[in-house]
């Protein structure tokens, strides 16, 4: 499945991808149900064969799920689309505070 703005999955539709790393990738999104923005973290296609790779998505997810903090986004939902791929939901993300995520850290 390609990941496209304009997109929707369930009541989410995709705006514009705001990054990308080593286990996935994050697209800002707007929940139509609830009229917000939030993220949604796509695992890598080429991951969704590898059982160990899908757990380690699940157990990231779990484990950010049960973390309250300021600078650690929540998740709010795991879910697999139909080919199958899986993705989790978070709190809104803004650009901005990714930049702010990845600069590197001055030496104290």
Same mark, same amino acid.
């Given at each position: 499945? /390609?990941? @496209?703005?304009?997109?929707?999955? &369930?009541?989410?539709?995709?705006?514009?991808? %705001?990054?990308?790393?080593?286990?996935?990738?994050? !697209?800002?999104?707007?929940?139509?149900?609830? *009229?917000?923005?939030?993220?949604?973290?796509?695992?890598? /296609?080429?991951?969704?064969? *590898?059982?160990?790779?899908?757990?380690?998505? @699940?157990?990231?997810?779990?484990?950010?799920?049960?973390?309250?903090?300021?600078?650690?986004?929540? %998740?709010?939902?795991?879910?697999?689309?139909?080919?199958?791929?899986? !993705?989790?939901?978070? /709190?809104? &993300?803004?650009? *901005?505070? %990714?930049?702010? !995520?990845?600069?590197?850290?001055?030496?104290?």
């Amino acid at each position: 499945m /390609a990941i @496209e703005a304009g997109q929707t999955l &369930l009541q989410y539709r995709l705006i514009e991808q %705001i990054g990308e790393g080593g286990m996935g990738v994050v !697209w800002k999104a707007k929940d139509t149900t609830l *009229d917000r923005e939030v993220g949604i973290k796509f695992l890598p /296609a080429g991951f969704s064969a *590898d059982p160990e790779r899908l757990a380690r998505f @699940e157990r990231e997810a779990k484990v950010l799920a049960s973390l309250s903090h300021p600078n650690i986004a929540g %998740i709010y939902g795991l879910h697999e689309v139909p080919s199958p791929r899986r !993705w989790t939901r978070t /709190a809104a &993300l803004h650009r *901005d505070g %990714i930049r702010r !995520w990845r600069r590197p850290r001055r030496a104290t």
